[in-house]
């Protein structure tokens, strides 16, 4: 596994951030036992408290469940879980959308443009 860590935003974020896609992209698949603090943290090469911080956070918001003596799960959740990728997949689009209209793209050019380089994309 690949954590491309930066020091322009605060580690755990980032470390949430990474986790949450793996689970969202089905790297790490619902209900399946999650990797130990201490396993996670030294692939990461972050301090275990800070992937304990990470970890904690993602339990709040469910993606994770903490089963006391046999470490932490994956929610079994899959509505859930397709919920939040639908999500995060929905913000990023805006994202491109907000992006392509500051290069002077109207809407129908937007549409357009995304319908005409779709197959190249795919292929790169």
Same mark, same amino acid.
């Given at each position: ?37 201490? &396993? $996670? @943290? ?7 408290? *800070?992937?304990?911080?990470? !970890?904690?956070?993602?339990?709040? +918001? ?24 639908? &999500? $995060? @997949? ?7 959308? *907000?992006?392509?209209?500051? !290069?002077?793209?109207?809407?129908? +050019? ?15």
């Amino acid at each position: 596994m690949l954590w491309e860590l930066t020091n322009d935003r605060p580690l755990y974020i980032q470390l949430i951030e990474h986790i949450k896609l793996r689970i969202l992209s089905s790297e790490y698949e619902a209900g399946q036992p999650f990797p130990s603090v201490r &396993e $996670l @943290a030294l692939n990461a090469n972050v301090n275990p408290n *800070t992937m304990q911080r990470a !970890l904690v956070e993602l339990e709040r +918001e469910g993606l994770l469940i903490n089963e006391r003596t046999n470490g932490r799960k994956i929610t079994s959740d899959t509505s859930m879980i397709q919920a939040m990728r639908e &999500e $995060l @997949a929905n913000a990023k689009l805006c994202q491109f959308k *907000t992006e392509l209209g500051r !290069l002077g793209f109207n809407c129908e +050019e937007q549409l357009a443009f995304v319908t005409s380089q779709w197959d190249f994309c795919s292929t790169n």
